[in-house]
T-cell receptor, first 111, second 113 residues
Framework: SQQGEEDPQALSIQEGENATMNCSYKTSINNLQWYRQNSGRGLVHLILIRSNEREKHSGRLRVTLDTSKKSSSLLITASRAADTASYFCAGLLGANSKLTFGKGITLSVRP | DVKVTQSSRYLVKRTGEKVFLECVQDMDHENMFWYRQDPGLGLRLIYFSYDVKMKEKGDIPEGYSVSREKKERFSLILESASTNQTSMYLC???FGLGTLEQYFGPGTRLTVT
């Protein structure tokens, strides 16, 4: 079953603009993670936010978590063409290490 | 650098064949995972393993089995390949229990004809 549901499904922006991607989830989580996937490749971990955190930054990435609304957002500032990829949110449930992924958002950054 | 490798990038098999997909990680991770990825469906967990010789079913285990004889190697087996198993297969590993991220291999694109 899908834990995360990303929104929008696809996003197209101009280089230099900010990209905001949203994720909603269904059940309580220990943490929420965001991953990037370049076309035809494996996923790469971007950032992790724990359930007791509200906001986290890593370089041009900013992620927020609202556990009351069961939602998270990923902001990429000053986007670059190299940010073109699919982005997935994934929730970690319980004490084990099983992640449940959303269906992904396709981000296109136009040069 | 963390590294997860998969035995093939592309694989073409015939219906009914037994197919082995191999995954190796060099980070001494306890946990290993097999996912399949299909357009519009995202990643779905097939099987995972917390330790050598241990395995747990994921969300879509039907038609698959796994083997973990050594800590660094996790194999996915399609007992009798079918066309609906045509997909991208992704292996991942992670350290210990709890909150850490998963490291993914490059994926194997399997086509069953």
């Amino acid at each position: 079953s899908q834990q995360g549901e990303e929104d929008p499904q696809a996003l197209s922006i101009q280089e230099g603009e900010n990209a905001t991607m949203n994720c909603s989830y269904k059940t309580s989580i220990n943490n929420l993670q965001w991953y990037r996937q370049n076309s035809g490749r494996g996923l790469v971990h971007l950032i992790l936010i724990r359930s007791n955190e509200r906001e986290k930054h890593s370089g041009r990435l900013r992620v927020t978590l609202d556990t009351s609304k069961k939602s998270s957002s990923l902001l990429i500032t000053a986007s670059r063409a190299a940010d073109t990829a699919s982005y997935f949110c994934a929730g970690l449930l319980g004490a084990n290490s099983k992640l449940t992924f959303g269906k992904g958002i396709t981000l296109s950054v136009r040069p | 650098d963390v590294k997860v490798t998969q035995s093939s990038r592309y694989l073409v098999k015939r219906t009914g064949e037994k197919v082995f997909l191999e995954c190796v990680q060099d980070m001494d991770h306890e946990n290993m995972f097999w996912y399949r990825q299909d357009p519009g469906l995202g990643l779905r967990l097939i099987y995972f393993s917390y330790d050598v010789k241990m395995k747990e079913k994921g969300d879509i285990p039907e038609g698959y089995s796994v083997s973990r004889e050594k800590k660094e190697r996790f194999s996915l087996i399609l007992e009798s390949a079918s066309t609906n198993q045509t997909s991208m297969y992704l292996c991942a590993s992670s350290f210990g229990l709890g909150t850490l991220e998963q490291y993914f291999g490059p994926g194997t694109r399997l086509t069953v004809t």
